[in-house]
């Protein structure tokens, strides 16, 4: 019997996935982000990255029961509000019900990267995250480097209370 093997081997399956709340991309990603993985979204200005992250923690927060962390070093809080409007979410309601937390990262910055990331830790487990959208990398902060980041997202919740593991 011909066994055919391709050069492109899916994921196992049984992966624990995290759905992103867009169903052609889950769909082409092979139901969703790995659990646990760290992903850049990369793209011009414009092309709908800062949405693409708010729709994340929106379906996590509102579909998944997974809470999140948006932590900004560009946008003010009001800005992502208002513009998350146009798409039917209220962050208002999430933020109040602590299923999302906003935090802007533009004057802790100045005090130094340890703080900043302080401060997105300490939103982590005000929530008891299991999702974080860190926006951006790039221009606005160099100084912040990829590992940094994976080490707080190593702080993300399990569905366990109190209970942390990477997400
Ligand atoms: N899926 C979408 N459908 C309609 N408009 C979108 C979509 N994604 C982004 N936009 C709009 O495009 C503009 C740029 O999106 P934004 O997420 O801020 O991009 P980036 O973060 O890459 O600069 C915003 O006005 C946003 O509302
Ligand atoms: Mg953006």
Redesign the pocket.
Known sequence: METRRTAFPTLQQGDDRVQTGIPSLDKLIEGGLVRGDTTIVA?Q????????GLQFLVHGAVKCGENGVYASVIESGEKLKR?AR?FGWDLDVLEKEGRLQLVSLQSTMKAGVSTALETVLEALHTVKARRLVFDSLSAHSPRIKLRQLESSSSNLHTQDEGNRESA
Request: a positive charge.
């Open positions: 793209g200005p414009g092309t709908g990255k800062t949405t693409l513009n146009r």
